[in-house]
């Protein structure tokens, strides 16, 4: 199974290891989105982050 992660808060504002974990995903702006496959260290970098991004299984 994949998942969808987009960015739809900014960062500003954040702590960093929150901002470390964003730019881990590999987003850089709102609105961007990346495809990850679902595994537990991607399921636990999403759980840390959840208030800044939307996820949709693919």
Request: glycine share 8%; aromatic share 2%; proline share 0%.
């Given at each position: 199974?994949?998942?969808?992660v987009t960015?739809?808060r900014?960062?500003?504002?954040?702590?960093?290891d929150?901002?470390?974990?964003?730019r881990?995903?590999?987003?850089?702006?709102?609105?961007?989105?990346?495809?990850k496959?679902?595994?537990?260290s991607?399921?636990?970098?999403?759980?840390?982050?959840?208030?800044?991004v939307?996820v949709?299984?693919?």
């Amino acid at each position: 199974m994949q998942l969808k992660v987009t960015l739809k808060r900014s960062t500003i504002g954040c702590r960093q290891d929150q901002i470390g974990t964003v730019r881990a995903l590999g987003l850089k702006k709102i609105g961007q989105s990346v495809v990850k496959e679902a595994n537990d260290s991607i399921k636990g970098q999403i759980f840390k982050i959840k208030h800044l991004v939307e996820v949709e299984e693919i």
